[in-house]
């Protein structure tokens, strides 16, 4: 089942792979489900829960910082339908409830999107990681709908849950590109650098003592001007 190397692949000089959900779910998974042809062929289909996330990204055909996988889903239990998360050394979790993907009219849902998070060791006592993943799968509906024409050949074994989900998996700490995830990210990890408003209201009474009205306008100045740029109140106090 799983697809070769990346260096198979032959793509365009400046090529850029920043897919919105709703692109993953209508162009990617759907299309995969129902054997139409992809945008491009740069995912990945291997049995994503027999690996731990670092050995991903060697089995991922692109991507530098992210990387993209079809992957089916087997049961945890033969008779039930909760997905078996259990990895090669832990486990993926959970995290939230699952997000429904809009189309870009926001009309209809296309999909489903799971937040999860790597745990090394085994429940409960697993150890969280940086890991995380996005599993996108297409609504029961449509699923059912591409069983009944054919063109979603049943398994046969009775462990399988679907044939085939999407997954994006990154490592936290070492993709700045957080938009992915959530489109105001990069505005919420720069709000906790922010200098607070008593932190300035100190800052100017320290230099109000200590500096004539010129050179007090001046670091105002500079001080109100990095903290827009979102540099660091301990580094403002460094320089003053």
């Known amino acids: 089942m799983e697809t070769k190397s990346g260096s198979d692949i032959h793509l365009p000089p400046g090529f850029r792979f920043y897919p919105t959900d709703e692109e993953l779910i209508v ?10 042809p992809l945008p491009a062929s740069i995912v990945a289909e291997i049995d994503l829960y027999k690996y731990d996330p670092w050995d991903l990204p060697s ?13 089916p889903r087997n049961r945890k239990y033969p008779n039930g339908a909760r997905p078996n998360r259990a990895a ?14 809009l189309t870009s009219t926001a009309m209809s849902s296309v999909g489903v999107k799971k ?6 060791g085994r429940p409960p006592k697993g150890i969280k990681t940086d890991w995380i993943m996005y599993e996108y799968r297409l609504p029961d509906t449509v699923v059912s709908t591409a069983r009944q024409k054919g ?50 209201l100190q800052m100017t009474a320290n230099l109000c003592k200590t500096m004539n009205s010129t050179l007090l306008a001046s670091k105002l100045s500079t001080i109100i001007t990095w903290a827009s740029q979102g540099i660091q109140t301990t580094l403002i106090m460094m320089t003053l």
């Open 88 to 101: 090669a050394s832990g486990y993926w979790k959970a995290t939230g409830t699952d997000k429904p993907i």
């Open 115 to 120: 937040a999860l998070v790597f745990y090394k």
């Open 151 to 200: 063109s979603i050949t049943p398994s046969p074994s009775s462990l399988q849950l679907d044939d085939w989900v999407l997954c994006r998996v990154r490592q936290k700490c070492s993709s700045p590109r957080s938009l992915w995830e959530d489109p105001s990210a990069p505005l919420k990890e720069l709000a906790g650098t922010f200098p607070k408003q008593n932190e300035l």
């Open 59 to 71: 089995k991922a055909l692109f991507g530098e910082d992210e990387w993209y996988f079809f992957t």
């Open 27 to 36: 162009q990617y998974l759907n299309n995969r489900i129902r054997s139409a």
